[in-house]
């Protein structure tokens, strides 16, 4: 008997979880939504703008916001790579401040405890690993230089890990009966969240230290791509992209696309010719401050390249003279044009699941500060694996650091080898043994 109400009652549970994913598959009922934000266009843009169709109107608060944002661009660039580092961190807590409140938003009336204090601990500890090696790989000898920096780099990864595991802990702790699934929804949120924007952004900045223009051409490339797919589709757009943006138009995409490659070879030839810009960023231990300056790869030189016979015959020219580094600004516009819109596409699919219109309310005509991060994450990550697989080669700075912290017997064992093969092969004069 009691066997049978055991099947009987697994099977009423059965049908009634097959009840629920039915009523999920038909209609996203069962996820509360998140409240719909006010209009937050400034009152002087409203009136100035009243009597135009709101369709016009979005495109005014749009463009004008969006020149606004890229004064601000310039700003930064011009105060250095130390104010970009410490934006790049800055947007990147805001991007995840917005994805946890949606998360908080939508499951409000649990009050799940700590949920919030964790979320933000997380972060901290995330943030002190990825930071913490940074710091040991390009600070090197100001780290040997200080006792308690020189005891934080050795024993960082324990360190590290010893705080993970505290939040860990908390989180277990804090298990509530008749909410432990949806704390686990929320654990996983935090960590995707975590995923997606602090390893992401801490790619940017690896990517920084490469030379500003490694930082630089890609965003610009996916701003220009963002700025023309909308002003292509906003005047041509007649033919759907994707169903999750139904605003997005093929014409918008292509014409992005073209708009894209060109702005990048040009922006390229600007940039090449610049020092601050191709220099990778150091720090001076004298001085206590970031230098750019070196002398300019082969990579920032201007080459001469043969054109193909068509070419040849509408320019008339043979041969232009390029740098190579535009070359690689073809790929990565492409890149952004192409692969780049489908971060937008996913951020469009995660708000359609909650049933929201924007990610926050930060930026009037763009919604929040991840609504215009989005296609950059992707972005990032492709720039550095494409440093690391067709740009740069063994770092010697980064052997000498590693043998440095090696043992004087170490040390001497390695400088022994390294002589030994150097005389072997012809580039050392060879030395007579002693008697």
Same mark, same amino acid.
């Given at each position: 008997?009691?066997?049978?109400?055991?099947?009987?009652?697994?099977?009423?549970?059965?049908?009634?979880?097959?009840?629920?994913?039915?009523?999920?598959? *038909?209609?996203?009922?069962?996820? @509360?939504?998140? @409240?719909?934000?006010?209009?937050?266009? @400034?009152?002087?843009?409203?009136?100035?703008?009243?009597?135009?169709?709101?369709?016009?109107?979005?495109?005014? =608060?749009?463009?004008?916001?969006?020149?606004?944002?890229?004064?601000?661009?310039?700003?930064?660039?011009?105060?250095?790579?130390?104010?970009?580092?410490?934006?790049?961190?800055?947007?990147?807590?805001?991007?995840?401040?917005?994805?946890?409140?949606?998360?908080?938003?939508?499951?409000?009336?649990?009050?799940?405890?700590?949920?919030?204090?964790?979320?933000?601990?997380?972060?901290?500890? =995330?943030?002190?690993?990825?930071?913490?090696?940074?710091?040991?790989?390009?600070?090197?000898?100001?780290?040997?230089?200080?006792?308690?920096?020189?005891?934080?780099?050795?024993?960082?990864?324990?360190?590290?890990?010893?705080?993970?595991?505290?939040?860990?802990?908390?989180?277990?702790?804090?298990? =509530?009966?008749?909410?432990?699934?949806?704390?686990?929804?929320?654990?996983?949120?935090?960590?995707?969240?975590?995923?997606?924007? =602090?390893?992401?952004?801490?790619?940017?900045?690896?990517?920084?230290?490469?030379?500003?223009?490694?930082? $630089?051409?890609?965003?610009? %490339?996916?701003?220009?791509?963002?700025?023309?797919? +909308?002003?292509?589709?906003?005047?041509?757009?007649?033919?759907?992209?994707?169903?999750?943006?139904?605003?997005?138009?093929?014409?918008?995409?292509?014409?992005?696309?073209?708009?894209?490659?060109?702005?990048?070879?040009?922006?390229?030839?600007?940039?090449?010719?610049?020092?601050?810009?191709? %220099?990778?960023?150091?720090?001076?231990?004298?001085?206590?401050?970031?230098?750019?300056? %070196?002398?300019?790869?082969?990579?920032?030189?201007?080459?001469?390249?043969?054109?193909? @016979?068509?070419?040849?015959?509408?320019?008339?020219?043979?041969?232009?003279?390029?740098?190579?580094?535009?070359?690689?600004?073809?790929?990565?516009?492409?890149?952004?044009?192409?692969?780049?819109?489908?971060?937008?596409?996913?951020?469009?699919?995660? *708000?359609?699941?909650?049933?929201?219109?924007?990610?926050?309310?930060?930026?009037?005509?763009?919604?929040?500060?991840?609504?215009?991060?989005?296609?950059?994450?992707?972005?990032?990550?492709?720039?550095?694996? +494409?440093?690391?697989?067709?740009?740069?080669?063994?770092?010697?700075?980064?052997?000498?650091?590693?043998?440095?912290?090696?043992?004087?017997?170490?040390?001497?064992? $390695?400088?022994?080898?390294?002589?030994?093969?150097?005389?072997?092969?012809?580039?050392?004069?060879?030395?007579?043994?002693?008697?």
């Amino acid at each position: 008997g009691t066997q049978q109400s055991k099947c009987l009652g697994s099977e009423a549970e059965g049908k009634e979880r097959d009840g629920a994913s039915d009523n999920e598959t *038909k209609s996203d009922s069962g996820v @509360p939504e998140v @409240p719909v934000s006010a209009d937050d266009t @400034p009152e002087v843009l409203n009136k100035a703008l009243s009597g135009l169709s709101s369709r016009w109107k979005n495109w005014w =608060v749009r463009g004008i916001l969006t020149l606004a944002m890229i004064s601000f661009f310039f700003i930064i660039i011009y105060l250095g790579p130390m104010v970009l580092m410490m934006i790049v961190l800055c947007v990147q807590i805001k991007c995840f401040h917005e994805i946890i409140m949606i998360g908080y938003s939508v499951y409000h009336s649990y009050h799940l405890p700590w949920f919030r204090t964790l979320s933000w601990y997380f972060l901290l500890c =995330v943030n002190y690993f990825f930071y913490g090696e940074t710091v040991t790989d390009y600070f090197f000898t100001l780290v040997q230089r200080e006792e308690p920096l020189r005891i934080l780099s050795k024993y960082h990864r324990f360190i590290s890990f010893a705080l993970y595991l505290t939040g860990f802990c908390m989180f277990v702790l804090s298990l =509530v009966k008749k909410h432990y699934r949806l704390q686990f929804y929320m654990f996983g949120w935090t960590h995707v969240t975590l995923l997606i924007v =602090v390893t992401q952004s801490h790619l940017i900045i690896h990517n920084l230290f490469e030379g500003m223009i490694w930082f $630089i051409v890609p965003i610009s %490339c996916v701003i220009c791509n963002d700025i023309m797919a +909308y002003m292509f589709g906003f005047f041509f757009g007649r033919t759907p992209l994707i169903k999750l943006s139904p605003k997005k138009t093929w014409e918008g995409f292509i014409g992005g696309f073209f708009s894209t490659v060109v702005f990048g070879i040009l922006l390229s030839y600007v940039m090449s010719g610049y020092r601050f810009f191709v %220099c990778p960023v150091e720090f001076n231990n004298d001085s206590n401050s970031f230098t750019v300056d %070196c002398e300019p790869s082969e990579l920032f030189q201007l080459q001469d390249y043969g054109l193909p @016979p068509v070419l040849q015959s509408i320019t008339g020219w043979t041969t232009v003279k390029l740098y190579p580094f535009q070359i690689h600004s073809i790929a990565l516009s492409a890149f952004a044009s192409i692969m780049g819109p489908f971060g937008g596409f996913f951020a469009s699919g995660f *708000k359609r699941a909650f049933k929201i219109k924007d990610f926050a309310n930060t930026i009037p005509g763009h919604g929040g500060i991840m609504d215009r991060f989005d296609c950059q994450y992707l972005m990032a990550t492709f720039v550095n694996v +494409y440093i690391a697989s067709f740009i740069r080669g063994p770092n010697p700075s980064k052997v000498i650091q590693q043998l440095l912290a090696l043992r004087l017997d170490q040390q001497l064992h $390695i400088f022994n080898s390294l002589k030994a093969h150097l005389t072997e092969k012809g580039l050392l004069p060879a030395l007579e043994e002693a008697a």
